[in-house]
């Protein structure tokens, strides 16, 4: 079974950084684009950042372009996004995924089919 089991969510004030981790069980994802997800309440899931398999590509949403950065170690088969300078509308639950292929980051979130269980992100103002 696929699990993907996220960490480090929390309360932080504006201005503030987190650091999310998410750890991979069940297969090895060292062949796979993985990434970050979030939903705010009332909004829809968005995407915010993604990495090629190899390490060598990254995408983020231009929400959150040049505050967060997304990283991954293969050889824990772990993926972690560094949040700095968070904002209040950054307040949401944040999800790891894996993918198939990488570029199914762009096409949309429907084509993502392995998700965590998510890992709340509250920014106070």
């Known amino acids: 079974q696929v699990r993907l089991v996220e960490s480090g969510g929390g309360l932080v004030q504006a201005g503030g950084s987190l650091t999310l981790s998410c750890a991979a069980y069940g297969r090895t994802f060292s062949d796979s684009p993985m990434g970050w997800f979030r939903q705010a309440p009332g909004k829809e899931r968005e995407f915010v950042a993604a990495?090629?398999?190899?390490?060598?590509?990254?995408y983020y949403a231009d929400s959150v372009k040049g505050r967060f950065t997304i990283s991954g170690d293969n050889a824990k088969n772990a993926v972690y996004l560094r949040m700095n300078s968070l904002r209040p509308a950054d307040t949401a639950v944040y999800y790891c995924?894996?993918?198939?292929?990488?570029?199914?980051?762009?096409?949309?979130?429907?084509?993502?089919?392995?998700w965590g269980q998510g890992t709340q992100v509250t920014v106070s103002s």
């Open positions: 995924t894996a993918a198939h292929d990488y570029d199914d980051y762009y096409r949309g979130l429907s084509w993502i089919p392995y």
């Open positions: 990495i090629s398999w190899s390490g060598t590509s990254t």
